[in-house]
T-cell receptor
């Protein structure tokens, strides 16, 4: 079983729809990251959170530490949101503290 | 501008021909890592470094070497590349060990093909 699981793997939405991507993890973490990878390949960090909720523009990230679960929401989706969204966790144990474990990503396609 | 740079961005080579992919960051970050990304497998860590002269293996270190002689540079060395090392490679850095210092900065990626 993977330590970081994302769902869905693929998601197609119409422009304007509300989108949710889920991430569950099974290891001890110090932080959870949401990353975005556009078709060109580059990866950017969207959020890093250890508790609660963060908002940036139309993007909202939440985390429930007790349930080991995080969600990434996109409101009023737009074709430019089309990308792969990757959940990753920073481990909080052992010598590798601070290293990332990645989910396999969710490929989002927003149609006009 | 704060950034992580990688070179080359694209490389086609042949089996057994030694190559180096360079990585440099200008943010004075302590931690640097190398990842490879393969379809269906996601991102996997190859090696990481916690500071100058301190490196350790990640999940898939076989066939790779690294060095960290200066804080800003973390080159990835393939002594004898093989076709199964064909992949998209990313270098990344972050400030430190505490969770607040964990924000990741990625390089633009290096697409390597080994024939």
């Amino acid at each position: 079983k993977n330590e970081v699981e994302q769902s869905p793997q693929n998601l197609t939405a119409q422009e304007g729809e509300f989108i949710t991507i889920n991430c569950s993890y099974s290891v001890g973490i110090s932080a959870l990251h949401w990353l975005q990878q556009h078709p060109g390949g580059g990866i950017v960090s969207l959020f890093m959170l250890s508790s609660g909720k963060k908002k940036h523009g139309r993007l909202i990230a939440t985390i429930n530490i007790q349930e080991k679960h995080s969600s990434l929401h996109i409101t009023a989706s737009h074709p430019r949101d089309s990308a792969v969204y990757i959940c990753a966790v920073s481990t909080n144990y052992g010598g590798s503290q601070g290293n990332l474990i990645f989910g396999k990503g969710t490929k989002l396609s927003v149609k006009p | 501008e704060a950034q992580v740079t990688q070179n080359p961005r694209y490389l086609i080579t042949v089996t057994g021909k030694k190559l180096t992919v360079t990585c440099s960051q200008n943010m004075n970050h302590e931690y640097m890592s190398w990842y490879r990304q393969d379809p269906g497998l996601g991102l996997r860590q190859i090696y990481y470094s916690m500071n100058v002269e301190v490196t350790d293996k990640g999940d898939v270190p076989e066939g790779y070497k690294v060095s960290r002689k200066e804080k800003r540079n973390f080159p990835l060395i393939l002594e004898s590349p093989s076709p199964n090392q064909t992949s998209l490679y990313f270098c990344a850095s972050h400030m430190g060990r505490a969770w607040r210092d964990n924000e990741q900065f990625f390089g633009p990626g290096t697409r390597l093909t080994v024939l």
